[in-house]
């Protein structure tokens, strides 16, 4: 999470002098918050067990971007995405707000054969909707597939890194990839 702040800083002008920075896991930075040590922290994906829990026990308040600085930030970070956290994913979240929604991969070595990653990726994709109504941290899953169906390959080759044969034809089974 570390380097995917500091581009989100750089990318909103700020630099190593602007802001005192501490490095801490997710559950300790909201035991910081909670005690007042630190008056802001990046999380992971909302809802997440830390974040909902500590919204029980204190009033927590979801920093927004203003349009120029979001649009910079997604600008300078390629692989994020405009998403929206909805209202009440958060105990006080009132309001649909605009973030940055940082892309997790799954990974696999090359010699995975291709049928148990077809598998495993077509499972995901035809499950995507069930995903998200089992487990909240899920929810926008079917969405962003979609919103993938209608790009390029290359938006789903992070970093030059090629897809897996195996999932590149359970993406195309699936009417997910062109």
């Not at 910079?72 to 390629?78: F, V, Y």
């Not at 080759?157 to 195996?166: A, I």
């Amino acid at each position: 999470m570390a380097p995917h702040a500091e581009g989100v800083f750089a990318a909103l002008g700020m630099g190593p002098d602007d802001l005192e920075r501490i490095y801490v896991d997710f559950a300790e930075g909201a035991e910081m918050l909670a005690a007042g040590t630190v008056d802001a922290q990046f999380q992971c994906p909302i809802p997440n067990r830390v974040m909902t829990e500590l919204s029980e026990r204190i009033s927590v308040r979801v920093l927004t971007y203003d349009p120029p600085h979001l649009d910079a930030a997604l600008k300078a970070i390629p692989h994020d995405q405009r998403i929206m956290m909805r209202k009440g994913a958060l105990r006080g979240l009132d309001q649909d707000v605009p973030q940055l929604g940082v892309l997790n991969l799954l990974v696999t070595h090359a010699r995975i054969d291709a049928t148990t990653v077809e598998r495993v990726v077509g499972a995901i994709i035809l499950a995507a909707t069930e995903l998200g109504r089992l487990d909240p941290l899920f929810a926008g899953l079917a969405e962003l597939i979609e919103t993938f169906r209608n790009q390029n390959r290359a938006v789903r080759e992070f970093g030059g890194v090629e897809l897996h044969p195996g999932a590149v034809r359970a993406y195309l089974e699936t009417g997910s990839l062109r």
